[in-house]
């Protein structure tokens, strides 16, 4: 029952696609449309208060950062930095060198799930932060539950 078609221009493409889908979408033998669609329940999560943004402002208030990939890059060089976090939009490359001075002085590395901007909102700043190095956790727990 299949046949091969073969497109000539953009035109033939989209109108042999368009036949495509109505005559699947029409087959007796389609199982997506013989079904009735599925509902889902919402299930409420419990979310727990201590979150890695709440254990970022805690070690904002009472710990020593630095923020920025150079002085995060200097921190990991003089071997000072006790964790690594990443945004995630952050460069490819400027993420593989990180991960590699990480690598070389023994450094934990966390990819933070947001872009720059969460990261930066994260730490109480109102400025982009693609990486930065924790030296002092202060009285944030960030470091034993390895963020």
């Known amino acids: 029952m299949s046949r091969v078609v073969r497109a000539r221009s953009t035109l033939d493409l989209i109108f042999i696609c368009a036949n495509f889908s109505s005559s699947v979408a029409n087959h007796p033998t389609n199982l997506l449309t013989s079904q009735p669609p599925k509902t889902f329940k919402m299930v409420k999560t419990k979310k727990s208060g201590d979150t890695l943004s709440s254990r970022?402002?805690?070690?904002?208030?009472?710990?020593?950062?630095?923020?920025?990939?150079?002085?995060?890059?200097?921190?990991?060089?003089?071997?000072?930095?006790?964790?690594?976090?990443?945004?995630?939009n952050?460069?490819?490359?400027?993420?593989?060198?990180?991960?590699?001075?990480?690598?070389?002085?023994?450094?934990?590395?966390?990819?933070?799930n947001g872009n720059n901007i969460e990261l930066g909102t994260a730490c109480g700043k109102l400025f982009r932060c693609s990486a930065m190095a924790i030296l002092d956790a202060g009285d944030s727990d960030i470091l034993s539950r390895d963020a």
């Open 56 to 88: 970022l402002a805690l070690v904002m208030k009472s710990g020593k950062v630095t923020m920025g990939t150079k002085s995060t890059m200097k921190t990991l060089r003089s071997g000072k930095a006790k964790l690594v976090l990443i945004s995630g």
């Open 90 to 112: 952050c460069p490819p490359l400027r993420k593989s060198e990180l991960e590699y001075y990480a690598m070389l002085a023994k450094t934990p590395v966390h990819h933070f």
